[in-house]
């Protein structure tokens, strides 16, 4: 059963944010105009405070940003044109830590949804540097372009305070009243002195260089076709540095499949000192083509088509988060009391939150690089990757019906490989079962290695519906019903714990496929404005009656999916009572008690579908009172994943109405100044957020809370 927890909370609904962007251009024409120079600089600053539930952590996250950017434009003839530019973009940004509490190590209950956690001290400096050049010449009928895209990113983090902080998980919260955790993370040491990792300086860079080349013909009068080509190079995705060390990654060895490759795996160094990420260069071409076609020769209907090949770039910190302490340089403690060694420092830390107890263990490195005697957290990227890529194409009609009424229809598909995808895959199903509740992992010399893998698949088909009337006689109106669906195996890239991505198993990736994350699969929006005609054509008449302006944009949607799963932990059955204090070669593991259905020691899994009618998702009253009892799902059978699925039910859907009303006053036709008041949410209309779909919580069925109620702001504008 479950431990019912209730208490009270005051939560601001909105928090102090205060910033302040400038900005400084300047243009230069030289040459009779044929060279066109410009300088832009923008800073920006924001300092907000952190939403928590206890006011302690709401601590300030101050921002500075600053973008420049040089541009020059050459005309060498009326038909020949280059444009070169160098962009620089930097963010600079910290997080203070709690005033009071930094002793506490971050503590997770299983069934509560929020536990007891904190980040700061920490800062980061983000610099991105581009070079972009094209080159474009009009000959007859062509509009042939031409060009370079070299892009030069460095990350500097220092987590260190947030890094060294351990993290424990506790079954439930009698377990934590009683101090019995069931897991620990952290905190990391040096291997080499078994002291403390300090200082945690992730140093990261990468580069990306592109080239490309296009086509815009005028075949026709009444027919354009538009052929591209796009050659994409991501280096080695990155290098990473903890200072001036190298990091090293988890690599699989030799194997006839995944899972004995894992087991055969070590940590290794790639490129020495440079500390790459990859061993290959991912490349990649990227055919396009697209098409316009005024079908009468009348400009009244259209016909628009194209198919286009993307390769994406992974952010990095999908792969540099995880790493930041990686063996054997560094040790990142990773168990719980499924392990063979569960040696917890469960404590409190100095005043500061710089110092913390560690496991009683002496910290010896194995063959594979990994700790002796105790599970260590650790993290890798297939070391040669297939660039992650998307398919798209569209086909597209639309017609004028004249008196400024346009309708369109829209088509557009699409299909994703090679996607990144990376969780714990040092599990195996039955684990806990075949080895009588310790947890052995794949390979013994590791515990989480979170690692990341281009195998995922997308797809996504969706068509649109759209009527609108061009602004005239004082008004317009545009209404747009989009349908379809979109499918996956996974919608983020750190959606899990530990960094990685929640996956039932490393083994079965297909098992993951289903409704994307963030599917929609009907939505209708209206918008329209609305200036309200003066009788008065000059004079104190139309300052009063005209100048009126509202607009409004309604939104009506069906709900995001939602899986249900549980987080608890495995909990055996033992065909000797005796066997849950001491177990014993004649012990055996017949049953379980809790979650973890796949006894893989991880935390998240499905159960078997409930029968038809048990769940009841159609309005908003059944995500209030629960759209279903957790017991209405049948646990599946020793050691077996359920067949619910992923992403199997739709959550509560979404309306809403934006409104602004706005007075616009002219003096001597220099001056402008507009008085402005916008209501979002105007009918305060409750927009339930997704509901608790873990079936180890207390909560579960039920959606605890809402998007933002109605709220006004009110403006005024000069111009002149």
């Not at 052929?227 to 194997?255: A, I, K, M, S």
């Not at 100048?547 to 059955?573: C, D, E, H, K, N």
Request: hydrophobic share 35%; charged share 15%; with cysteine.
């Amino acid at each position: 059963g479950t431990l019912p927890a209730i208490g009270e909370g005051l939560f601001q609904q909105s928090l102090v944010h205060n910033a302040y962007q400038w900005h400084v251009r300047a243009d230069y024409n030289v040459n009779q105009s044929k060279d066109r120079l410009f300088f832009e600089f923008f800073r920006t600053f924001s300092n907000q405070f952190l939403e928590e539930a206890r006011p302690v952590n709401r601590v300030e996250v101050p921002n500075f940003g600053a973008f420049a950017k040089v541009d020059w434009t050459h005309t060498f003839t009326g038909s020949l044109i280059n444009d070169a530019s160098i962009t620089m973009v930097r963010a600079r940004g910290s997080q203070a830590a709690p005033s009071q509490g930094l002793e506490l190590p971050n503590v997770n209950i299983t069934g509560l949804g929020d536990g007891f956690n904190q980040w700061g001290d920490s800062g980061w400096v983000h610099e991105n540097f581009e070079w972009h050049d094209a080159l474009s010449w009009q000959h007859r009928k062509h509009t042939i372009t031409g060009g370079v895209d070299i892009d030069r990113h460095h990350d500097d983090d220092n987590f260190t305070n947030a890094l060294l902080r351990p993290a424990f998980g506790f079954a439930n919260l009698l377990d934590f009243a009683q101090d019995g955790p069931f897991s620990q993370g952290g905190p990391p040491v040096k291997v080499q002195t078994g002291a403390l990792a300090t200082p945690l300086y992730q140093v990261i860079r990468w580069l990306y260089a592109g080239a490309f080349v296009q086509d815009d013909w005028k075949v026709t009068p009444r027919f354009t076709l538009n052929l591209g080509l796009r050659f994409d190079y991501f280096g080695r995705w990155g290098t990473e540095h903890n200072g001036t060390t190298p990091f090293q990654w988890f690599t699989p060895g030799p194997g006839n499949d995944f899972a004995s490759q894992v087991a055969s795996g070590r940590m290794t160094l790639k490129g020495g000192s440079e500390g790459y990420l990859l061993y290959n260069h991912p490349t990649g071409w990227s055919p396009r083509i697209g098409f316009g076609w005024d079908i009468f020769g009348n400009g009244k209907t259209a016909l628009r088509g194209g198919y286009g090949l993307f390769y994406n770039n992974v952010a990095d910190g999908s792969w540099t988060f995880p790493s930041q302490a990686n063996p054997p340089d560094y040790a990142s403690p990773s168990f719980d009391l499924n392990s063979a060694n569960h040696p917890f420092s469960y404590g409190v830390g100095n005043a500061k939150g710089s110092v913390w107890p560690l496991p009683p263990v002496s910290f010896q490195l194995n063959s594979a690089g990994g700790i002796q005697g105790l599970q260590v957290f650790t993290s890798g990227v297939q070391p040669n990757i297939d660039q992650p890529r998307t398919h798209l194409w569209m086909l597209a009609v639309q017609h004028d019906f004249g008196h400024n009424v346009v309708a369109e229809f829209d088509y557009n598909g699409s299909h994703s490989d090679h996607l990144f995808i990376q969780t714990d895959v040092n599990r195996f199903p039955d684990d806990l079962i075949i080895n009588n509740g310790t947890q052995t992992r794949l390979n013994p010399n590791f515990g989480p290695i979170i690692y990341g893998r281009t195998i995922g698949t997308a797809d996504g088909n969706y068509g649109s519906f759209m009527v609108s009337k061009r602004f005239s006689r004082s008004w317009s109106m545009r209404g747009i019903y989009t349908f379809g669906k979109s499918t996956d195996q996974m919608s983020s890239n750190d959606n899990g714990t530990n960094f990685g991505e929640a996956v039932f198993n490393p083994l079965d990736i297909n098992a993951q496929h289903g409704l994307s994350d963030f599917d929609v699969s009907r939505r209708f929006t209206l918008d329209n404005v609305w200036e309200l005609p003066s009788p008065f054509k000059s004079g104190i008449g139309k300052q009063i009656l005209g100048g009126w302006r509202m607009s409004t944009i309604a939104v009506l949607q069906s709900g995001l999916p939602f899986t249900v799963y549980t987080s608890a932990p495995f909990a055996a059955v033992w065909n000797d009572p005796s066997c849950a204090t001491t177990v014993t070669p004649s012990c055996q593991v017949v049953g379980n008690a809790g979650g973890d259905y796949n006894a893989d020691g991880y935390g998240y899994d499905v159960p078997n579908a409930p029968p038809p009618g048990t769940v009841k998702t159609g309005n908003r009253s059944d995500f209030i009172t629960g759209f279903a009892p957790a017991s209405a799902f049948p646990v599946p059978a020793l050691g077996q994943q359920g067949n619910l699925g992923r992403n199997s039910y739709i959550g509560p859907g979404f309306a809403n109405v934006n409104t602004e009303f706005a007075k616009v006053l002219t003096f001597r036709e220099r001056y402008t100044f507009e008085i402005r008041a916008d209501v979002f949410n105007l009918f305060n209309r409750v927009n339930l957020t997704q509901p608790v779909s873990d079936l180890s919580s207390g909560q579960f069925g039920k959606a605890t809370s809402q998007t933002l109620p109605r709220s006004a702001q009110f403006g005024l504008r000069l111009s002149f």
